[in-house]
């Protein structure tokens, strides 16, 4: 079993930026990839970054290229989630994922709203 726990989130006026952290503990949580997803209220939960167990590889949603960058730090099991440039269409709960061959633990959500 894998433990996430996210933080970080909160309230940000559009054009700011925050940071996210993903604190992973339990069964090779450092040999895992990792991910973060999002829900708006009324969306479904939608893939918005991930990053290999190595750390060498990321991935983004086209809506967040070049604005968000994922990274990872294996020392303190440990992924974090930059957000610059946010809009109010950021506004969801933000889900930290990890898993071998799919996406098997989450953890419990934090929020971010964006005000215009």
């Known amino acids: 079993q894998v433990q996430l726990v996210e933080s970080g989130g909160g309230l940000v006026q559009a054009g700011g930026s925050l940071r996210l952290a993903c604190a992973a503990s339990?069964?090779?949580?450092?040999?895992?990839?990792m991910g973060w997803f999002r829900q708006a209220p009324g969306k479904e939960r939608e893939f918005v970054a991930g990053?290999?167990?190595?750390?060498?590889?990321?991935n983004y949603a086209d809506s967040v290229k070049g604005r968000f960058t994922i990274s990872r730090d294996n020392a303190k099991n440990a992924a974090y989630l930059q957000m610059n440039r946010l809009k109010p269409e950021d506004t969801a709960v933000y889900y930290c994922a990890a898993g071998y061959n799919a996406y098997d633990y989450w953890g419990q959500g934090t929020q971010v709203t964006v005000s215009s």
């Open positions: 990053i290999t167990s190595s750390g060498n590889i990321a």
């Open positions: 339990g069964r090779a949580s450092s040999t895992i990839a």
